[in-house]
């Protein structure tokens, strides 16, 4: 089994064990509503029915969770039906979501993903959730993935701004693409206390240094 799966069923097995985290958490309902939460997680771990999972994305009432399964392994399994709540998943408060929707994200190959996770990224809203986005582009490798990770780390280096993390993953991304079009904005975090290390290797692996 992927670890990335392991992991997430590992986690998602206790939510469904627990119910809904909140209350402003969708109320779980399953195909047959006597049946327990944890039968319903057995049950999407288990299918290969991809149209059972597809529907549990557009079902109301479906918890959190549910949805979170049901994505992934769509999104795995490159059935482009899981993108939207993948993307969602992407942005998520919580990091751990957010690590699993790029995983999935990454093998779903859909061609709307590098521009959903520049967008996600260059959002100034949303700037504390960026660094998945960040980290999906770097492995994307797609043509957004630059100006993108530029546009936001120029941002991120106005003096007092506290997402350094976002701004940090923003350098590390620059220095593995590789673009020398990273050089101005690389050298301009060179005398950030918390940038400089890896904004000076960065600046090391693009061509001519």
């Given at each position: 089994?992927?670890?990335?799966?392991?992991?997430?069923?590992?986690?998602?097995?206790?939510?469904?064990?627990?119910?809904?985290?909140?209350?402003?958490?969708d109320h779980p309902t399953a195909p047959d509503p006597?049946?327990?939460?944890?039968?319903?997680?057995?049950?999407?771990?288990?299918?290969?029915?991809?149209?059972?999972?597809?529907?549990?994305?557009?079902?109301?009432?479906?918890?959190?969770?549910?949805?979170?399964i049901a994505a992934f392994r769509l999104g795995c399994a490159g059935d482009r039906?899981?993108?939207?709540?993948?993307?969602?998943?992407l942005n998520h408060r919580d990091p751990e979501r957010c690590v699993s929707a790029a995983h999935a994200l990454a093998r779903l190959n859909d061609p709307r993903t590098p521009r959903a996770a520049a967008a996600l990224a260059t959002n100034t809203l949303r700037t504390a959730y960026a660094v998945h986005p960040v980290r999906l582009l770097t492995t994307l490798r797609a043509p957004?993935?630059?100006?993108?990770?530029?546009?936001?780390?120029?941002?991120?280096?106005?003096?007092?701004?506290?997402?350094?993390?976002?701004?940090?993953?923003?350098?590390?991304?620059?220095?593995?693409?590789?673009?020398?079009?990273?050089?101005?904005?690389?050298?301009?975090a060179l005398p950030h206390p918390r940038l400089g290390r890896a904004a000076e290797e960065a600046l090391g692996r693009l061509p001519g240094e």
């Open positions: 089994m992927d670890e990335e799966l392991r992991s997430l069923l590992d986690r998602l097995r206790d939510e469904a064990a627990a119910g809904p985290p909140d209350p402003a958490a006597a049946a327990p939460d944890l039968a319903v997680y057995d049950l999407l771990v288990a299918t290969d029915d991809h149209e059972a999972l597809a529907r549990v994305l557009v079902e109301p009432g479906r918890p959190l969770w549910a949805r979170e039906r899981a993108f939207e709540a993948l993307v969602l998943l957004e993935a630059v100006p993108a990770l530029v546009a936001t780390l120029q941002r991120l280096l106005a003096p007092g701004d506290p997402h350094w993390h976002v701004a940090l993953a923003c350098v590390e991304g620059l220095g593995h693409l590789g673009d020398p079009r990273a050089r101005p904005v690389l050298t301009a």
